[in-house]
């Protein structure tokens, strides 16, 4: 079971979070498992611990926080595309669980990319050519 391109995006995303001395900070206090399930692709999960983020397919049956959407809708809000409060506010996706975790989930995605502006930016324009 591989990844589809929000799993591979949030893999991606994890690689840069965990090399992120701002990111590794905040995450090393927060142990938290996070699963994704967006129609149209294979379940994953986020698991964070000590401060580092792995990305893995599959479900997990214990998870803090989930993110229930379409595929795009996901891709969308990870790439600027939507913004998030508007697209919970319309229900075009939905967290079961602690809404806190994914808040949390995202400020580590800002710091991230604050970061590393140059590799984000390039990721934010080539996405708007696959959306």
Wanted: proline residues 3%; hydrophobic residues 40%.
């Amino acid at each position: 079971m591989g990844l589809g391109k929000c799993g591979r995006a949030i893999d991606f995303l994890s690689r840069y979070a965990n090399k992120t001395e701002t990111a590794v900070e905040y995450m090393r206090e927060w142990p938290v498992r996070i699963q994704f399930t967006l129609r149209g692709e294979e379940p994953f999960h986020v698991i964070v611990e000590d401060g580092q983020m792995q990305v893995q397919a599959g479900r997990l049956p214990d998870a803090e926080a989930e993110f229930r959407s379409a595929s795009d809708v996901f891709f969308d809000v990870m790439t600027g595309h939507m913004d998030p409060s508007e697209g919970f506010t319309m229900k075009k996706y939905e967290i079961k669980g602690s809404v806190f975790d994914v808040i949390r989930f995202r400020h580590v995605g800002d710091l991230t990319e604050a970061s590393n502006k140059a590799i984000f930016g390039m990721l934010r324009r080539m996405a708007t050519l696959v959306s």
